[in-house]
């Protein structure tokens, strides 16, 4: 809490927020990511969120939040645990990239675009890879050319989130060509209804397409889509980097976190629990075992999430270890559903009972240990961040980029 800031106060709000959600809020939400329905009804929620005081709850006035402390969102966050909000949708807009804009936007970008993604009118999308620099951002190609007033666009992103469904991206683009890798970049607002953008959705493993491939032909954008000023986009692109990790941890501050499938506390593994309890395994110490490796990970992972959440001083790293945690925890989990399945998984039918669902379960979280940073990439960053050990040798940090090999 805050100086000033009583106990009676947060609990005042606890009990609005819990006597809201209860009135409000859909224990499950069933629509799928892929129809336009669902993203109708996350912007439809967000907006009642926001009318009714629990969206940007830590954001400033001045930018449309509420102006309260973060333990008042702490508060909201327990409370909504228990419920799976149709505003999840918006965990990107807001937890990555309205934060991202309230690190390192200017006063106009920040008056013009935040409180519409708080009143869910706007989804936002990241444009960050490309189909040779992944891992190795730094890499990337997509041109910023100033002709004029106008920066104009050329390239191509991947692996972009919702991009189909989305108003506005965060580009990082190339630039000065004559700088290192990560001193000629910039990061720029782009409306995604502008001449030149091309977006296709791409197919993945279980059916769905989340991800989707966006092209920039010539896109054209004006001088005030900079954001964080010319050659400046790895210290933007790294403040997102650091608010994305803190997301997919479940450790974020401005949106319904701690969802059931985020694992914590409110889902220590009952869902298996009664499935071996129905199927008579109760009993079985291997099967017991199992379990128990479920409950204690995901309770771990989501205290780790609460904890840095929760703490404004948290180390800078500390949601990337939340991150690496979560992701291995998830699919550690998925797998030990698959096994005490057993073969009632062996082929995955079109019908939509449990055990297909534990298939695509299965499938889809094969991602969290790529999303928001691959666990390769996270153990470096723990390594150099918290460790103390060097930084590996980059044979072409401080080489112009155009004559880097690549």
């Known amino acids: 809490m805050t100086p000033g800031e009583s106990n009676d106060e947060i609990t005042r709000f606890r009990l609005r927020a819990r006597k809201w959600l209860a009135e409000t809020a859909p224990r499950r939400f069933e629509v799928k990511e892929e129809q336009p329905d669902y993203w109708h009804e996350t912007r439809r929620f967000q907006g009642l969120q926001y009318n009714a005081g629990f969206a940007g709850i830590d954001w400033p006035q001045s930018y449309g939040g509420q102006g309260l402390s973060r333990a008042h969102q702490v508060a909201f966050n327990e409370e909504a645990a228990q419920f799976e909000l149709p505003s999840v949708g918006f965990q990107i807009t807001l937890a990555i990239l309205g934060m991202t804009l309230l690190d390192h936007g200017s006063q106009e970008q920040k008056l013009r675009y935040l409180a519409p993604m708080l009143r869910g009118e706007h989804l936002w999308v990241q444009l960050l890879s490309e189909p040779c620099a992944g891992s190795d951002l730094a890499a990337l190609r997509t041109r910023a050319e100033l002709v004029g007033d106008t920066w104009v666009l050329t390239g191509e992103k991947v692996w972009s989130s919702y991009a189909q469904w989305s108003d506005y991206g965060l580009l990082l683009a190339r630039s000065n060509w004559d700088l290192p890798k990560h001193a000629g970049l910039s990061a720029y607002v782009v409306p995604l209804q502008s001449p030149g953008v091309v977006i296709t959705p791409l197919r993945q493993l279980t059916g769905d397409a989340e991800f989707c491939q966006v092209f920039l032909d010539d896109v054209r954008v004006p001088l005030d889509a900079l954001v964080g000023g010319e050659n400046n986009g790895w210290a933007v692109v790294t403040s997102m980097f650091a608010h994305s990790r803190a ?99 062996a082929a995955w039918r079109p019908e939509n009972d449990e055990d297909s669902q534990a298939v695509f379960r299965y499938l889809c979280d094969r991602t969290a240990t790529v999303a928001g940073g691959t666990t390769e990439v996270m153990k470096n960053v723990i390594a150099e961040g918290i460790l103390g050990l060097p930084r590996e040798a980059v044979p072409d940090k401080n080489t112009p980029f155009r004559e880097a090999s690549r």
Request: glycine fraction near 12%.
């Open 247 to 345: 997301m997919t941890a479940g450790a974020a501050m401005t949106g319904p976190v701690f969802q059931k499938s985020r694992g914590g506390e409110a889902d220590p593994g009952r869902d298996l629990i009664d499935y071996v309890n129905s199927a008579g395994r109760g009993g079985d110490a291997a099967v017991r075992q199992l379990i128990v490796e479920v409950v204690v990970d995901n309770v771990a992972s989501g205290l780790l999430a609460a904890r840095v959440a929760a703490d404004p001083d948290a180390h800078p790293v500390a949601a990337t270890m939340a991150k690496m945690l979560g992701a291995e925890a998830v699919q550690r989990r998925r797998e030990i559903e698959l096994t005490l399945r057993g073969e009632e998984v």
